[in-house]
Nanobody, 124 residues
């Protein structure tokens, strides 16, 4: 059974930081590209960041470049999202996703497995 479990969300003031984690099980983690998406109320799910299998390539949505960093630990089957200088517009439910591909896609339909999400709320 494949499981992706996010943690690390919470309430933070603007300018603060959070580190999200996504622990996976049931997959050969090193075979999967990983990504973080987010969905704010009333909005479509949005790609945030992606990382390829060996962490040699990452990609980000423009709005988080320079503030967020995606990383992975293949020994721990975990992907992370370090979020710095958070802004109120970053408020959303954040989801991790896994896909057995060569490169991380920015399209949510490309991902086979998803976590349940973790809420991030940034107050102004």
């Amino acid at each position: 059974q494949v499981k992706l479990v996010e943690s690390g969300g919470g309430l933070v003031q603007a300018g603060g930081s959070l580190r999200l984690s996504c622990q996976t099980s049931g997959i050969v983690f090193s075979w999967y590209v990983m990504a973080w998406f987010r969905q704010a109320p009333g909005q479509n799910r949005e790609f945030v960041a992606g990382i390829n299998r060996d962490a040699g390539d990452t990609k980000y949505v423009d709005s988080v470049k320079g503030r967020f960093t995606i990383s992975r630990d293949n020994a721990r089957n975990t992907v992370y999202l370090q979020m710095n200088n958070l802004k109120p517009e970053d408020t959303a439910v954040y989801y991790c996703a896994a896909d057995q591909a060569l490169m991380a896609s920015t399209f949510d339909y490309a991902y086979a497995f998803w976590g349940q999400g973790t809420q991030v709320t940034v107050s102004s």
